[in-house]
């Protein structure tokens, strides 16, 4: 069993900054991709920001420059630092892995966080 858990949303002023974790455990031989998306009211969930497990990474247009995603290979966790935030920035959070579960069989699977609601007043 692999579980992802989140942490580090809530509520701040148009301008502010979060940091979002999210750390994956349980039987992991070795997590590749990571990434995170998000998911605001009426709209459908999109992919934010993306890291592979060398570090290199990716980020919709939406939030290029703002945002900053890394890991800790180490300790199975992707980050995700968010500056400058704005309202259109509300959401739900989702973290999201790619892990190698078995160095026998090499299954891989897809595992999602729970979510974090992220809110931005203006």
């Known amino acids: 069993q692999v579980r992802l858990v989140e942490s580090g949303g809530g509520l701040v002023q148009a301008g502010g900054s979060l940091r979002l974790s999210c750390a994956a455990s349980g039987s992991i031989v070795r997590v590749n991709a990571m990434a995170w998306h998000r998911q605001a009211p009426g709209k459908e969930r999109e992919l934010i920001a993306h890291?592979?497990?060398?570090?290199?990474?990716n980020y919709a247009d939406s939030v290029k420059g703002r945002f900053t995603i890394s890991r800790d290979n180490d300790r199975n966790t992707v980050y995700l630092q968010m500056n400058s935030l704005k309202s259109e920035d509300t959401a739900v959070y989702y973290c999201?892995?790619?892990?190698?579960?078995?160095?026998?069989?090499?299954?891989?699977?897809?595992?999602w966080g729970q979510g974090t609601q992220v809110a931005v007043s203006s």
């Open positions: 999201y892995a790619d892990i190698l579960t078995s160095s026998i069989t090499m299954t891989t699977r897809q595992y």
């Open positions: 890291i592979r497990s060398g570090g290199g990474t």
